[in-house]
């Protein structure tokens, strides 16, 4: 306890700095999951087009959407940077 007492000037700031570096890695890890499964999505999508079970018009709309989204994810990256 006296040696807690001791650093915790030192220790302190230090598990401050620790928090925040595990915060933005856990955001980066969700951003990039989010990034790799809209990717993964428009890969199914082309999939099912490719073996007919949606039809062209339907495959035009979602794959916009899940552009636009992709778009969406970049945008807020290198705003963030």
């Not at 993964?40 to 899940?66: N, P, R, T, V, Y």
């Amino acid at each position: 306890m006296f040696l807690e007492l001791l650093t915790f000037p030192v220790s302190a700031p230090l598990g401050g700095i620790i928090w925040l570096g595990e915060q933005l890695l856990e955001r980066a890890n969700a951003e990039l999951d989010d990034a790799q499964n809209l990717q993964k999505q428009l890969l199914a999508l082309q999939l099912a087009f490719d073996i007919g079970e949606i039809s062209e018009e339907e495959f035009e709309i979602q794959e916009e959407e899940l552009l636009l989204k992709i778009q969406a994810l970049e945008e807020a990256a290198e705003e963030s940077e």
